[in-house]
């Protein structure tokens, strides 16, 4: 009789990889509230940097809200077809140029 259970325990993840899964998804999500929480604290000095009101730069919220949220409704179909692994490197690359676009655009000239 052959020994299906070998079989099945081959194919299962340890659970130090499950818990680093865990971490790695978590930070994931972790990044569109870290990334908020940052910003917010700047708008006075966004706004003196650009000459305009708080209100005007309150709207970038708005703006970077409704696009989390129709990212979603792009990359989501799009990992359902191709996998989860490339959709969440390529999301990640961007939100890196995102924010190093931004850090360059800070940076007090010399």
Known sequence: M??????????????????LLLVVLGALMA?????TDTYLPAFPAIAADFGVTEGRIQLTISSYLI???LGQLVWGPISDRVGRRGPII??????MAGSLGCARRAAPKR
């Not at 390529?90 to 939100?95: I, S, T």
């Open 2 to 19: 052959p020994d299906f259970g070998a079989a099945e325990t081959a194919g299962r993840r340890t659970r130090a990889a499950d818990l």
């Open 31 to 35: 990044f569109a509230s870290i990334s």
């Open 90 to 95: 390529a999301g990640l690359v961007l939100f």
């Open 67 to 69: 696009g989390f949220s």
